[in-house]
């Protein structure tokens, strides 16, 4: 007894070790098993796998092991990279035990697949993206050598695929098959070269198109098939028993496929072994749902085919459908009326999959709508060369089509008639078509969408196809009439298409539209239109070769449109349009338009006018238009049609941060003159009021000829031209009359006055001017300061200069405090700028007895070069002014006489440095400064003002200058013609930049004349 125990003791140890062994072999071989998997995969895959933590169990499937891959992914590499191959939440293989513990071998009984999701790509040259295996250079290897430690060898006897998504699409058929919650299950000895394969399938959304033709979609699909498997010599697949549902549909097959090689043998028959006509209607597209069960039916269906042939990259089986439908009716829920009376007796037949012979024979279809009766008749045979025999007769009473078939938030009435047939080939290559008459009619047409609320009413229109035959040239469809009301608003017209080989036609249409209504018809994303269009007479006509080659000047359209509180808004375009209320006329060549007012944002507009060559420049690239409009407005704002770019931080923070703006560029080949008329021009911070004059778009270029308007409470005068042929570089160019400035208000506005005169801070007083200015402008619509070029003339009305450095250093100099505050009135000078640097010729000043002469240079960085002349008179100064002076001068000031100073003005704009000059006694001051600034005028000029007027010097100036421009053009033509003949490249660049930069010249020999015409308003109080 104390044996047995012991025996019995030691049997319990040993069962627990071995119980405690296979729980704790998970942890000891957990890292052999991941190694495996991982070395076999990435050596036997072209492929990127990834997976997550690997498993390992011995209850679960005992005496098996079990082994589970979570989060398993085959990532494809080119042509396939981005695709990926398969990917799923868990892998589980179930294998022998034996050759788990051994590590020889792991030899696979059953393998399940969890919530996988696998995309099958096949190209057009039939590559594939499962095609991932690399070449086994074991096989070449010595028996010994293949049978390596570590590799797996498949004997599965079942597998499974749980939730699954599948996807193959082949490019090289075409072909595309989808399965979306696909359960799949199959089981068998495969270690046997003969064996039994039973498996189920269950998948609720099922798609199939083959090209371009949808024959299943989301459709709920049930198989059981049961096959014998013969792969001892080849793989022969013999259907067993099956069954497959198709939604309502059973099918069951008998037969088999053979697969030698690379062809695919098939031949197998197909029936449906029920005869109910609900089964074949379930196959509807959007029919079999929830509610398929509330549909009643009644009618007895015949279904059955074969497939008998090869398939292989060259080859397609043959196959055939009989499909026979007696006494078929269909009623919906809640509709009161059934579709009845449904005959069909329809053979297809392809006996070689060329489908050059495929022949599908509908020998009856027959229905009733409500009362009235649809027959139809076709035979089609062949696809290449067609041959179409058939007829069409129907006559539909819409209002009960809508009580029969559901139509969930439409509403149709009227009464459709149609009556065709065709008998002939119709042969794409040769251009033949069978013969077709047809007639057909709508009356009391109604139509209406819940969604959009537009009513299409009293829809009613006759036409006829006729001379349809072998040559397309004599077909005719001819609609003589066609009328509707959408939502009251009638459209009447006719149409007529000619010659279906080339097709022309001519359409004529009245009426009037609700565009708002139209839109929400036919929706077009991120547009907003509304408006009423009243179209009379509105004539067009062309070929369809003109259409599809873009030629539109060979389509031409007239007529006369209405419009009226037309809005149109595009975020892409800028602010919305409004049209109040406006008419346009069409000819073929010209757009008239007259009366047309409304808003462009917030501006007001009014325009009459015409463009030339408008549908071509709408809707061909590269074409030119042409046209000339006047136009008013109240007020314009000219900044909500300049682009802005948002700056981050004021779109993280939701300010209206200003932000710079960007080069507006005028449009290519437009060829466009406006007179324009506005009370009101908005621009970046200007404003500008009573603007009068001419404006010419073309060659990307914008022109302003004689353009007067108030700016600044001032009246001006303008000439010029804005250029963007290079959108980057845009030029400009002006020729302005100012009148009576207010310097300080200028200073504040204009950045290029900051910049060349910042003298202009101190100013108080008005002034006139008359100047030329170009240059460049910056990607923010900026002046490039150290390209701009300006000459002109100034003359102060009024004012005074207080607090200037300058002259506070001189009234320092001289203890002559009257030259702190200098009176400006009738100040009168002439400037130059060029390459940043300003040239101001010498000018007179007399303030308070105090009579000057100054001139110089100044740059943009504020360096100054000026010159001035003081003739103190001794009446004018105080004791410590005279001793100051007398100090300066190296000598005492008699009784009567005066002292002529001269200072040096150096440093800067911010910190000047005035030194004192030489220095002259005279009985005679006047002449002796008057003497000077003729001399130094006359070095800087050439002219004399002695005998010439300011006005006349000025005159004199500009028309030198204009000499001057002149030549420069001829040299830059003469330069230009030089290049071409001695082909050098680079001179003729020269030659063109030298034009582009004296254009702005020309403008000056305009001055006077320009000066002469203008009529500036007063202003006013």
């Known amino acids: ?159 499974a695929i749980e939730d699954g998504q599948i996807i193959y699409d082949d490019a090289s058929l075409p072909m595309r098959a989808e399965l979306i919650g696909c359960t799949h299950k199959g089981s068998g000895d495969f270690t046997e070269s003969n064996f039994d394969l039973r498996t189920t399938t269950q998948s609720a959304k099922t798609s199939f198109v083959y090209d371009g033709v949808a024959y299943l979609s989301d459709t709920e699909l049930e198989a059981d098939m049961d096959m014998n498997i013969d792969i001892a010599n080849e793989l022969i697949v013999k259907f067993l028993d099956n069954n497959i549902r198709i939604n309502a549909l059973r099918l069951a097959f008998d037969g088999g496929i053979e697969m030698p090689g690379d062809d695919i043998k098939m031949d197998f028959t197909f029936k449906s072994p029920q005869t109910d006509f609900g089964s074949i209607f379930s196959l509807i597209p959007g029919v079999y749902t929830a509610d398929f069960k509330n549909i009643k039916t009644d009618g007895k269906l015949a279904l059955e085919g074969y497939v ?70 076709l035979q089609l045979e062949g696809l290449d060369k067609m041959k179409i025999k058939g007829n069409v007769l129907a006559n539909i009473n819409l ?29 794409e290559v040769q251009g033949t078509f069978p013969v077709v008459d047809a007639v057909m009619s ?225 449009p290519a080949k437009m060829d466009l003159k406006v007179n324009a008329d506005f009370g009101e021009v908005i621009y970046d911070t200007y404003v500008l009021k009573d603007l009068k004059g001419k404006l010419t778009l073309a060659d990307e270029r914008l022109s302003m000829d004689e353009l007067v308007f108030s700016l600044l409470g001032s009246p001006m005068a303008m000439s010029g031209f804005y250029d963007t042929k290079d959108v980057k570089k845009p030029l400009y160019a002006f020729l302005m009359d100012i009148q009576n400035l207010n310097v300080a208000t200028a200073y504040d506005n204009f950045s290029t006055l900051q910049a060349f005169a910042p003298v202009a801070k101190a100013i108080d007083g008005n002034a006139n001017t008359t100047f030329t200015l170009r240059g460049r402008l910056n990607e923010h619509m900026m002046p490039v300061l150290e390209e701009v070029a300006s000459e002109g003339y100034f003359q102060f009305l009024k004012g005074s200069m207080t607090g200037n450095k300058i002259f506070s250093q001189v009234a320092s100099l001289t203890r002559m405090d009257d030259l702190k505050s200098v009176n400006l009135s009738e100040m009168k000078g002439w400037y130059e700028i060029a390459n940043g640097i300003i040239d101001v010729k010498p000018f007179r000043i007399e303030s308070k007895g105090i009579r000057m002469v100054m001139g110089g240079q100044q740059s943009l960085s504020g360096n100054m070069d000026y010159q001035l002349a003081v003739a103190f008179p001794k009446n004018k100064a105080t004791t410590a002014a005279t001793d100051a002076i007398s100090k300066l001068a190296g000598a005492s000031l008699q009784t009567g006489d005066s002292i002529r100073l001269s200072f040096n003005i150096g440093g800067t704009v911010a910190e000047p440095k005035v030194t004192a000059g030489k220095s002259e006694t005279a009985s005679n001051l006047k002449d002796q400064l008057a003497s000077e600034a003729e001399k130094r005028l006359k070095e800087q000029t050439g002219l004399d003002i002695k005998t010439d007027s300011l006005a006349k010097t000025v005159k004199d100036l500009k028309s030198q200058a204009a000499d001057s421009a002149r030549a420069a053009i001829d040299r830059a033509k003469q330069a230009a013609a030089d290049s071409a003949k001695s082909a050098l490249a680079k001179e003729k660049q020269k030659a063109k930049e030298e034009l582009e930069k004296q254009l702005g010249d020309e403008a000056k020999a305009k001055l006077d004349e320009l000066k002469d015409k203008l009529k500036f308003p007063k202003k006013k109080n």
């Open 442 to 666: 709508l009356a009391e047409g109604y139509v209406k969408n819940d969604e959009y609320g537009a009513e299409l009413a009293d829809f009613r229109f006759d036409a006829k196809l006729i001379g349809v035959e072998a040559d397309l040239k004599k077909a005719i469809f001819e609609m003589p009439g066609f009328h509707f009301m959408m939502d009251g608003l009638p459209i009447d017209g006719s149409l007529r298409v000619e010659n279906f080989d080339d097709p022309s036609y001519a359409l004529k249409a009245r009426g009037k539209l609700d565009l708002e209504k139209i839109m929400k018809l036919y929706p077009i994303e991120g547009m907003e239109l509304s408006g009423l269009v009243t179209i009379e007479d509105l004539e067009t006509s062309g070929r369809m070769s003109d259409v599809e080659a873009e030629r539109y000047t060979e389509l031409p359209t007239s007529g006369r449109v209405q419009i009226e509180n037309l809005r149109y808004y595009d975020a892409t375009v800028g602010p919305a349009v409004t049209v109040a209320q406006g008419n346009m006329a069409f000819t073929p060549d010209r757009m008239q338009i007259s009366n047309v007012n409304g808003m462009l944002g917030k501006s007001d507009y009014a325009v009459s006018g015409f463009f030339n060559n408008y549908l071509a420049y709408a809707l061909l690239d590269d074409q030119p238009i042409s046209g000339s409009l006047s136009m008013q407005s109240k007020r314009f704002d000219v900044n909500e049609w300049l682009e802005e770019e948002e700056t981050p931080q004021a779109a993280s923070a939701g300010t209206a941060e200003e932000v710079p703006m960007e080069v507006f560029p005028v």
């Open 1 to 159: 007894m104390k044996l047995f125990k012991r025996i019995l003791r030691i049997f319990a140890i040993l069962l627990l070790a071995i119980i405690l062994l296979l729980a704790a072999a998970p942890f000891l071989f957990k890292d052999k098993i991941q190694e495996i998997v991982r070395t076999e995969l990435n050596s036997s895959l072209n492929a990127e796998v990834f997976f997550g933590d690997v498993g390992l169990s011995f209850f679960q499937n005992f005496p098996n092991a079990r082994i589970t891959i979570k989060d398993l992914m085959v990532v494809n590499k080119a042509p396939f990279e981005g695709d990926t191959l398969l990917s799923t939440a868990a892998l589980e293989l179930v294998a022998d035990l034996e050759s788990v513990i051994s590590g020889d071998e792991i030899r696979l009984r059953k393998l399940n697949l969890r919530q996988p999701k696998v995309l099958i790509r096949v190209l057009k040259d039939g590559r594939a993206n499962y095609d991932i295996a690399l070449a086994d250079s074991a096989a070449v290897e010595t028996e010994d050598d293949s049978e390596a430690s570590g590799q797996m060898k498949i004997a599965l006897q079942s597998y």
């Open 308 to 377: 008998r042939g090869t398939y292989n990259d060259t080859e397609m089986p043959g196959f055939g459908v009989d499909l026979n439908i007696a006494d078929g009716k269909v009623q919906y829920p809640d509709l009161p009326q059934p579709l009845s009376n449904i005959q069909l007796d329809m053979h297809v037949h392809e006996p070689d999959g060329t489908f050059e012979k495929i022949l599908i024979d509908i020998r009856k279809l027959h229905t009733d709508f409500g009362k009235n009766p649809v027959d139809v008749k």
């Open 399 to 427: 209002a009960e089509l809508s009580q029969m078939v559901p139509m969930e938030g439409n509403t149709l009435k009227g009464l459709f008639k149609i009556d065709a047939k065709a008998d002939g080939i119709y042969d």
